[in-house]
């Protein structure tokens, strides 16, 4: 017995002398911070703007920097967003930038954005009232995919970017011209005659209007043959529209000296002509500007061969 208990302790005492083969597992832990989104106000603006009736188009820039917090560099694979401005979604969408940045680096990104404003009544006000000063609210949500050396990481949907977006241009007043091709003076019957005025109206600016005018002289030589308003026309941001007048003077009230211009002119006389009188411009209603003898345009008329 004394021997079998020996055997047994200098077996126990040999076992746990022998070295150990298992080895210890230590799996790294990391801190994964979401990247951080601000906004750039310098580089965040409302390009142009076409209101209902001259386009219904916004196109707008959203500068945003974005800042990687962890010690690690990433690459931004994608970055799911909706865009909401006045509180009205305007645009969904996917980007896949693949950015690299580095450890506690940023990058500037551009975001550009194409939209409708049809139908969207509260968009549509505040976008006019931003051409009086009054900036628009705006939020970027969603969520993004970036990874690092090892791992891929998907944010939770969230608010990335908040806050207010400006006008880059103001409204410009149009250009002016007239079209003499299609200016003409014809007999609508044996004593009415019909004088067409045609213009070219061109907006330079990024901001889409409105036109019209309110007790518009039409002068023959210097001479005033009668005043008329003129009916709302629309200006696209950028473009050029054409306007067509149509001026019926009553011939019992017209001058000698008028008659006698306008028989010559339907006989086939060039006759000078000039258009007097304000141009109201209309954003919306919102606004409305006054370009003083903004219809200072002249031109000649004569009877052409499309007259009827």
């Known amino acids: 017995m004394k021997r079998l208990f020996l055997l ?4 126990s005492l040999l076992s746990s002398c022998l070295p150990r083969t298992e080895q210890l597992r230590v799996e790294p832990k990391v801190d ?13 603006i409302i390009e142009s703007f076409d209101p209902p009736g001259a386009g219904s188009q916004l196109d707008l820039k959203l500068g945003i920097l974005i800042k990687n917090p962890n010690s690690f560099a990433i ?19 996917e980007l896949e930038p693949n950015y690299y940045i580095r450890a506690y680096g940023e990058v500037p990104i551009s975001i550009q954005v194409k939209a409708s404003v049809e139908g969207k009544s509260k968009l549509i006000k505040a976008i006019a009232r931003a051409f009086t000063g009054v900036n628009i609210d705006f939020s970027l949500d969603g969520q993004t995919v970036f990874e690092s050396l090892t791992h891929e990481f998907k944010s939770s949907p969230e608010t990335l970017v908040s806050g207010k977006i400006a006008v880059r241009n103001e409204v410009l007043l149009p250009l002016m011209s007239v079209n003499t091709v299609e200016t003409s003076i014809y007999l609508l019957r044996a004593d009415a005659p019909v004088i067409k005025v045609n213009i070219w109206a061109q907006n330079p600016g990024e901001v889409g209007y409105f036109i019209y005018g309110q007790e518009v002289n039409l002068n023959l030589d210097g001479e005033i043959l009668m005043s008329q308003d003129i009916a709302l026309n629309a200006l696209p941001a950028n473009q050029v529209t054409n306007i067509e007048i149509f001026f019926y003077p009553d011939m019992d009230y017209v001058s000698e000296s008028l008659k006698e211009k306008i028989n010559a002119a339907l006989a086939g006389t060039d006759m000078a002509f000039s258009l007097t009188g304000d141009i109201l411009i209309d954003v919306l209603g919102i606004d409305t500007y006054r370009a003083a ?4 345009v002249y031109g000649t008329v004569s009877k052409s061969s499309s007259s009827p």
């Open 8 to 11: 047994l302790f200098v077996s």
């Open 293 to 296: 003898d903004g219809w200072n």
């Open 75 to 93: 690459n931004l694979r994608k970055l799911n967003y909706q865009l909401a401005l006045a509180g009205t979604r305007i645009e969904t969408n």
């Open 32 to 44: 994964i911070i979401p990247l951080v989104f601000s906004l750039q106000p310098e580089a965040t």
